[in-house]
């Protein structure tokens, strides 16, 4: 195996939006990890409608709204954010930047919101936190061990460093067909210190990789984590009013609607398709979280305004880690705040409270 | 800043259709400001789908109709129309000709059709009305100030240069997210006369420009200004029926329905799908303006078929400005006029009052 | 004015498909010619819709249905057609062939269907008539002159030459937006010896010539001819309810669907669209004739399933003419008649009549 | 005519999906096989729906659903199959490779599926026999000849050969337009021992193969076969309800949905279309066979959501065959197996009776 030479830069950003980002993350992430990065599941279908989906919702804009600064601001339990939009658990952030988990966490403390970290970091828990500073706000994806011994240290090890949630991805078991990897015959280039005990992460591929975590996931894992901590328990991967029911039956304390970026199955519906079902099955008695396709600030305003109390971005934030660093990983959420605030003024909307009241129309 | 050198044509324009004026306009008017004049916000999502919109609307042709040289002419207020088609407000034409709005002005005029002035002119009323001639019939565009004092002296210019309404803008309380202009680094090389007390213009981005304005536009606005003038005041930016009534009901006697040429919120609906919801609303209480998307006859029919009083057009007659002057101008309204006759012919009407009456089909 | 060349071809042609006639054609008839023949008006949406509509209806094969060999012919009135694909109106073949309806006529007539000669032919009905021989089965388009004798006179000269149908175009008093004529400066190069007495033809754009005729035709005009001749009327350009029944109450035998080729009005349905409809409406009163956008045995096997007695082609008669002459017609109406036989075999009907009482299904 | 020189391979082939394995075969076998094997009927309309029609249905993930490698096997008659996706009949395996239906038989054999033989073989049934193995899983897909002493013998050969199911392709009485073949003026290079007393094969088109064979296909062969063999019969190319209950009625004990790959009836639905109408008609009476369309695992699971039984796959097998021989067509065969293991597992199913209950949802 050859080094695996990526970027060092910290440095401002000049871009203008996210196609920006991708086109010149495309320059500094060596091929086998932007094609990891940025790519799909299968003939790319639902990675596309991802974001094609968003169009068949409408803001009506609202005028004559009294509105000015919006304010994109939340209070979302005990955090104060500087908008609803979430850093969402990427694997291994090492193939976009020598620093890793360390710059992305410190950008998006920076910014003022919750850093997700991926069990397969490239960082330790431990370093993320102390990038993040010690008021940072920071959520933990977890992948399971098949051996609950592993599992219960890395639950230990997240509650240590004041992971104030545990996400458990349930739409991974096993990796999905992405073709990029196979034609990159991309291998793992950096260790995977969190969940080392059961996985190294070098050289291998990442359906190995997922493998070697729990494939089969079941309720009684939710129970098993919400029994053993008193992090709140957030289950990831839900596009269905049912798939919501069992896992808020189980002790879910969040629901995250997600297609994992359209990186598992193509050939299922686009995460914002199956958003407004989940948050109405939901009803309010848990947070719901989603991602997957944000790529502007209407999209992040839909997806509010459809039942998400956060939502997250992957992508963007690790082209702006290649491209700039922490720096750019506050850059790029600045971006979506702006985005957010500009569409919320001519929405007519003042505050997220109002976008989440806002009602969307079908479009033509 | 390097000089702006843009058009001094006054002359006869060769051109079939809207897309010839738009590509020969790109060779005349400077980079910076074609960007300005030509594109729309975001991914230009709603602004493609403002022409496309049409399309979901089909004119079934009525046959045997005993038609012969339709008369696209309308009685409007005190006004004789040679066609509902009337110049939406445009600010600062002289991005596009050296002689602006006077020139703009004077070719509608010769056309016989309504001018409105934007509050962003490069040019004061009273040039733009002594270009017009003592029997225009020019509207003025209000952007208002954040200062009352600054707002009764523009509504006091505007009344003495004889304007026929007031058209608060309610959908650009700041500019939208262009990224034409961000790319080129676009900032505003002319001054803006009727607003100099707010805003001098020169060296401004537009976002600087639009946010100088009012942005706490509400239902008070339009009584201020109701109550300060007998001119009427029309509202532009309606795409909902709960706007519309909101409009009204705070002294609104016209309603305007656009999104501003696609240029503010991209996510939003195209400004046909909004039409016909908006004058159902108005139910005749009011006139009726639509713009966005006009680029054909068959679009102008179709507006008016859904319940427009008054189409108007933007973009094609500035580029009509660059390429031919005020000669220019008048052959785009022409252009509009002859298509209109040609469609309303082939349907089966007569006169303007025929097509209001005319029942568009879904298209497949 | 440069002298106008075209084909001269008596020959077998070798084309797979109605794709290979258009691009052949191209090739041997002069340019303003083809763009007159070829395009259609304004952006061509409605031009393109004609082929796509029939996209929305699908054929479901029906099998072990004991069909071999299926029966294309029909019994149409006194006629028996090899199929019921007739020869559309069109104007002046002799763009496309110096021999021009002499030639078309001949094709049509060994094939074994209906040719219909239009007001606007480079040729007498008298040579057309000889052209296709004593039993032949010929039509005539009228474009009624304002001058009511000599409508007369042309009726008369219609029935002395055996003229089964007078079809009356309704949708085409005055010429479409046809952009290729005009960037082609396309004036008329050839005489118009039919209606002579209103039109020489020679050096008129094509708006000139559909001006010269009648423009405020009206259910009148249909009563006039059917009370001055026994020849039966057709009213052509009917695309909705309304206006088939208008025309049979004013004395029409004969309907005619069409868009006149997408030719006409660009925003109005495509022809297929309006198929359904009209033929309901008239309800086995009169025969329904279609044409617009017949490319492939599927279409007129659609269109025969969706009400239509016969169907009428256009566009690749004519470039059967430039590249084969009589010869290349006759092949032209083969392909037809081939595919919509193999169309009938696959769908499992043998003869018209089943074609015609066959279900097609929505497509998804 | 030249000699036709094919593949002769026996290796592994290097892919990652059907299109490398389409675009490898394109440069492996003669144009004019290649042409015959890969293309469709007319534009290709409803060839690319057969993909396409897909999308119209999403597989929405169901999470924490205790699954972990999904077994595809299944238990089908007398015979346990490696996973529900067999070989579908094709034409000439000789045209892609020296050893047709030999190796083809092979591989699926090593895979562990069904091989279907089609009529139009390359080979005889005791080589492609004797080629899959004493324990091979082989079906003989029929085109029946005009004469029935000659169906009595072929019968009696699948008899004899052990063949499990007659598939009587009821869809191609008579050979689609392909216009490949037309433009290549494809005629049969080989020998088709099967139907030797009817059709030699060896220069003719394939039109004329079709057309050989009994085009008058009634119920009342179904019928003929069922009382001549205790080998169930199976009518294949069923579209519609009304065609299932018609060869349910006549004997059939399979109903296969098809449209033999897009190239026979252009203008038709796509298989994928017809299949849960079909199956509900069928309604658990018979199985249901699918084919036409498949690329994908998750289209293999979407067919099965839909009410298949089986799913067959024809082109990739080919491709495989050419580029890989025996061992190419078992890779294919894998590639299937192990695509749709991965989308059931992120679909939450372990096995093929779950796939077979998994409720689709409509695409947006």
Same mark, same amino acid.
Request: net charge negative; charged share 25%.
């Given at each position: !195996?050859?080094?695996?030479?990526?970027?060092?830069?910290?440095?401002?950003?000049?871009?203008? *939006?996210?196609?920006?980002?991708?086109?010149?993350?495309?320059?500094?992430?060596?091929?086998?990890?932007?094609?990891?990065?940025?790519?799909?599941?299968?003939?790319?279908?639902?990675?596309?409608? *991802?974001?094609?989906?968003?169009?068949?919702? @409408?803001?009506?804009?609202?005028?004559?709204?009294?509105?000015?600064?919006?304010?994109?601001?939340?209070?979302?339990?005990? !955090?104060?954010?500087?908008?609803? %939009?979430?850093? +969402?658990?990427?694997?291994?952030?090492?193939?976009?930047? @020598?620093?890793?988990?360390?710059?992305?966490?410190?950008?998006?403390?920076?910014?003022?919101?919750?850093?997700?970290?991926?069990?397969? +970091?490239?960082?330790?828990?431990?370093?993320?936190?102390?990038?993040?500073? $010690?008021?940072?706000?920071?959520?933990?994806?977890?992948?399971?061990?098949?051996?609950?011994?592993? *599992?219960?240290? /890395? %639950?230990?090890?997240?509650?240590?460093?004041?992971?104030?949630? =545990?996400?458990?991805?349930?739409?991974?078991?096993?990796?999905?067909?992405?073709?990029?990897?196979?034609?990159?015959?991309?291998?793992?280039?950096?260790? !995977?210190?969190?969940?080392?005990?059961? $996985?190294?992460?070098?050289?291998?591929?990442?359906?190995?990789?997922?493998?070697?975590?729990?494939?089969?996931?079941?309720?009684?894992? @939710?129970?098993? /984590?919400?029994?053993?901590?008193?992090?709140?328990?957030?289950?990831?991967?839900?596009?269905?009013?049912?798939?919501?029911?069992?896992?808020?039956?189980?002790?879910?304390?969040? /629901?995250?609607?997600?297609?994992?970026?359209?990186?598992?199955?193509?050939?299922?519906?686009?995460?914002?398709?199956?958003?407004?079902?989940?948050?109405?099955?939901?009803?309010?008695?848990?947070?719901?979280?989603?991602?997957?396709?944000?790529?502007?600030?209407?999209?992040?305003?839909?997806?509010?305004?459809?039942?998400?109390?956060?939502?997250? /971005?992957?992508?963007? +934030? =690790?082209?702006?880690?290649?491209?700039?660093?922490?720096?750019?990983?506050?850059?790029?959420?600045?971006?979506?705040?702006?985005?957010?605030?500009? @569409? !919320?003024?001519?929405?007519?909307?003042?505050?997220?409270?109002?976008?989440?009241?806002?009602?969307?129309?079908?479009?033509?």
């Amino acid at each position: !195996m050859t080094e695996y030479i990526t970027s060092e830069r910290e440095q401002k950003i000049d871009f203008v *939006n996210t196609t920006d980002l991708e086109e010149g993350a495309a320059k500094v992430i060596p091929k086998g990890g932007y094609g990891y990065i940025q790519s799909g599941a299968g003939d790319l279908i639902t990675y596309k409608n *991802n974001v094609k989906a968003f169009d068949k919702k @409408v803001i009506v804009p609202g005028v004559l709204r009294d509105v000015e600064d919006p304010d994109t601001s939340v209070d979302f339990q005990d !955090m104060h954010l500087t908008a609803p %939009i979430i850093m +969402a658990p990427v694997a291994a952030h090492g193939l976009a930047h @020598v620093e890793g988990e360390k710059y992305s966490a410190k950008g998006v403390s920076n910014f003022g919101s919750i850093f997700t970290a991926s069990s397969f +970091a490239s960082t330790t828990l431990e370093d993320i936190r102390e990038a993040g500073g $010690q008021d940072t706000n920071q959520w933990f994806q977890f992948y399971m061990s098949k051996d609950n011994g592993i *599992n219960d240290q /890395i %639950i230990e090890t997240a509650e240590r460093n004041g992971s104030k949630a =545990i996400v458990l991805t349930a739409d991974a078991t096993l990796g999905g067909n992405r073709e990029a990897d196979k034609r990159n015959h991309f291998t793992f280039p950096l260790p !995977m210190p969190i969940v080392a005990a059961y $996985q190294s992460g070098v050289g291998q591929t990442m359906d190995a990789v997922y493998k070697s975590a729990k494939q089969k996931l079941a309720p009684r894992d @939710v129970e098993y /984590i919400a029994s053993h901590t008193d992090i709140p328990v957030y289950v990831k991967g839900v596009q269905s009013a049912e798939d919501a029911y069992r896992s808020l039956e189980s002790g879910a304390r969040g /629901i995250w609607v997600t297609n994992h970026g359209g990186r598992q199955l193509d050939g299922g519906p686009a995460a914002f398709e199956s958003l407004e079902t989940v948050a109405e099955a939901v009803n309010g008695r848990a947070p719901v979280v989603f991602d997957s396709g944000i790529r502007r600030g209407q999209h992040a305003f839909k997806a509010l305004a459809s039942g998400a109390d956060l939502v997250a /971005i992957g992508r963007p +934030a =690790i082209y702006g880690l290649a491209l700039g660093g922490a720096t750019g990983v506050e850059q790029v959420f600045n971006f979506f705040k702006d985005e957010l605030a500009l @569409v !919320m003024q001519l929405a007519g909307t003042q505050t997220i409270d109002d976008v989440r009241k806002f009602t969307l129309r079908d479009a033509w």
